[in-house]
């Protein structure tokens, strides 16, 4: 027998979008699934842009104030994607509430912010998931898989990188993406974030770090009216408050060491985010624009030793639920659908699948240390949450 569960969307820009496609798939690629989500409202404070979603999508009502949703009893669980400012107060407002959460990465502006948000679901004994989609990736996972398994020996360095030009236009919006008090650390928030939440994926805890941050585009343009997603602006020029680069080197408590490097404002570079991790036997290596293929490198010839190129079927990860063959390309969305089944399958077990808020403390941890690294200039320890 299949339960419904009343699903709510708060922000309905790009990533509401996202999250609200992610869940009218589910009954598409995961009929077994004993729990599939009901659009129950849409809440967006843009006037006329949660009336488009319904029209579009079938949401059952609207709303302009998210408090509307966390007071509505026909909501079980709630997408929270509005600008990062806002994770926290909306966050720990719909876990007391009773709400599950599924809310996108970076949970808020700080440890502190991700803290308060998982302390409050975990009080209210809801489930949680967290935007960190790049590890739902059937590439992603077997890489984790092969890691831990000792097919490239002992680890030894990892290489993540996460090269975008997205914020590369001098005349990109001066929007709350650019503004420490509701944008938060900027690239390290967006862009870094996924990309500590990968390194321990794939290795375990970051022990230490050292970081070196800049702003290439000190100066944008504010915008005139609502903006969705990276819009273009010409009005006055107001000061950009937060990093549009960070290079950082890591050390993990394996011994391992790496590099994790992330751009916001790199020309020429359109989603090149991936990694390549060395071992004493071998290495794998990943690339998001070739998502479904792994290169690996195992054996003992340790010098000239070849690397080929898996390219992932059915047998990995949640591949299956999306093609019945290898070598069929799968895209940024299917990595969604696969993070909304996992928040709707923790939903109906009880027991957390995929990323959690746990996951995001873990992340901002490591970003935090990166801003304090970056302001003292020194190498810095990695808290470890409890």
């Not at 709303?63 to 929270?80: K, L, M």
């Not at 993406?177 to 650390?185: A, F, P």
Request: hydrophobic letters at 40%; one cysteine or more; proline letters at 5%.
């Amino acid at each position: 027998m299949v339960d419904t569960l009343g699903v709510a969307v708060v922000g309905f820009g790009w990533m509401g979008r996202v999250h609200t496609q992610a869940y009218a798939r589910i009954p598409h690629h995961y009929p077994q699934l004993p729990l599939r989500p009901r659009l129950v409202t849409v809440a967006e404070e843009v006037p006329g842009r949660a009336e488009e979603a319904a029209a579009q999508f079938g949401f059952a009502s609207t709303t302009r104030d998210w408090r509307e949703v966390a007071a509505d009893p026909r909501v079980r669980a709630v997408s929270i994607t509005a600008p990062n400012f806002l994770h926290r107060e909306i966050g720990v407002a719909m876990a007391e509430a009773g709400k599950h959460i599924w809310i996108e990465k970076p949970v808020g502006l700080t440890t502190e912010d991700a803290r308060a948000v998982a302390d409050a679901a975990a009080k209210a004994g809801v489930q949680s998931a967290v935007g960190f989609n790049y590890r739902n990736a059937p590439a992603v996972e077997t890489a984790r898989e092969l890691i831990a398994s000792g097919e490239i020996g002992t680890v030894t360095h990892v290489r993540v990188r996460l090269f975008s030009d997205y914020a590369a236009h001098p005349q990109s919006a001066l929007t709350w993406r650019y503004e420490r008090e509701r944008g938060g650390s900027g690239v390290l928030g967006d862009l870094a974030s996924h990309g500590a939440d990968l390194a321990r994926f794939l290795l375990g805890d970051i022990a230490s770090l050292t970081a070196d941050t800049a702003i290439f585009v000190p100066e944008r343009a504010r915008p005139t009216g609502a903006t969705a997603g990276h819009t273009l602006a010409t009005g006055e020029l107001g000061p950009v408050e937060n990093e549009d680069y960070v290079n950082c080197l890591l050390r993990f408590a394996s011994g391992a060491r790496g590099v994790l490097e992330a751009c916001r404002v790199s020309v020429g570079e359109q989603n090149n985010y991936g990694f390549e991790v060395h071992g004493t036997k071998g290495a794998v290596f990943w690339d998001f624009r070739r998502m479904g293929e792994l290169g690996v490198s195992q054996g003992t010839s340790y010098q000239d030793q070849p690397v080929s190129t898996l390219y992932v079927g059915p047998a990995h990860g949640e591949y299956g639920a999306f093609q019945p063959g290898a070598a069929t390309s799968m895209g940024y969305d299917d990595l969604k659908v696969i993070e909304a089944q996992r928040f709707l399958r923790s939903v109906a077990e009880g027991t957390p699948h995929g990323a959690t808020l746990a996951d995001a403390v873990h992340s901002a941890t490591v970003l935090d240390a990166m801003s304090r690294s970056a302001e003292s200039g020194s190498w810095v320890d990695v808290e470890v949450p409890a």
